[in-house]
């Protein structure tokens, strides 16, 4: 990454066939070419540094001047204060010690319909969730969590695995919300069972709320539930010898389907990404 030279090919003042004064170079001490990045605008695979640093997630880039200009970010080890600097996503970049990643962190909310397979490879050849998202974004965004192929509702998309790891963790509990068909009426005697909590695996499983759903057939009802195992709410059901006919999620961690259509997606807003990045 040397710095390019106007006046290559000649003779600086001075100088004695082509000697630069009286100090030679030699293969011992010639000098090093720098580890840290020269600017080079002309070059589409630099970037500059407090962009580097905000997509990062660690602050906005008028933040990263700050934190530039005090030397808290070192480029390939050596600290850099100079505004406008230049790195590449292959450059070392650190923040207090802090090894940053430039990828910008993305966030997009799906409100999935039937017949979508959530696996990220599927053998069967059958329609991909991702395929519905394939328009949001470059980077690879992955689906936090899974859901069945005949189930629908909200299905939430990020590149941002810390994010994912605590939005997964079982000790989070995060709010979840179904719309669920049975096939058959939901005897009151059964809801109640289920709203005193159901024992499965030998260990009980609390539902928050559940109940019918106004203006339409007992074998609808709304159930909300903080557990996140695998296919929990169909369990519970199964259990008591009810067949779930169709169930749809309508509220995951505080995120709502509000002017979402089936099949269409949107990108989470800067409170909602807050929200969700309180979740520890």
């Not at 990454?1 to 082509?18: A, E, F, V």
């Not at 790195?87 to 070392?92: A, E, G, N, Q, Y």
């Not at 963790?169 to 109640?192: C, E, F, M, Q």
């Not at 159930?223 to 006919?245: A, D, W």
Request: proline letters at 4%; glycine letters at 8%.
């Amino acid at each position: 990454m040397g710095r390019s030279d106007s006046n290559k090919g000649k003779k600086p003042r001075g100088s004695k066939s082509g000697t630069l004064g009286k100090k030679n170079f030699s293969r011992g001490n010639a000098p090093k070419r720098n580890s840290v990045p020269t600017k080079q605008s002309s070059d589409p695979d630099l970037i500059r540094l407090n962009k580097y640093v905000a997509n990062s997630g660690v602050c906005s880039r008028r933040d990263a001047d700050i934190y530039i200009a005090a030397g808290n970010i070192t480029v390939n080890g050596k600290a850099v204060t100079e505004m406008g600097f230049k790195v590449r996503k292959t450059d070392v970049v650190k923040f207090d010690g802090r090894l940053l990643n430039p990828e910008k962190k993305e966030y997009v909310l799906l409100n999935k319909p039937k017949d979508f397979s959530t696996t990220v490879r599927d053998e069967r050849g059958r329609r991909n969730v991702n395929g519905l998202i394939s328009n949001a974004s470059k980077s690879k965004l992955l689906p936090v969590d899974k859901m069945d192929k005949d189930a629908t509702g909200l299905l939430l998309f990020t590149n941002d695995g810390d994010m994912t790891k605590r939005l997964k963790s079982p000790k989070n509990g995060l709010r979840k919300i179904y719309h669920v068909v049975l096939n058959k009426d939901l005897r009151s005697a059964d809801l109640k069972k289920i709203q005193e909590g159901v024992v499965l695996d030998e260990k009980p499983v609390r539902v928050q709320e559940i109940s019918f759903i106004d203006n339409a057939p007992k074998r609808e009802v709304g159930i909300e539930i903080y557990s996140s195992k695998n296919k929990i709410v169909n369990r519970i059901f199964e259990h008591l010898e009810y067949e779930v006919v169709r169930i749809d999620r309508v509220i995951y961690a505080g995120l709502t389907k509000k002017d979402l259509p089936r099949g269409h997606w949107r990108y989470l807003t800067d409170q909602e990404i807050i929200n969700l990045g309180m979740i520890k």
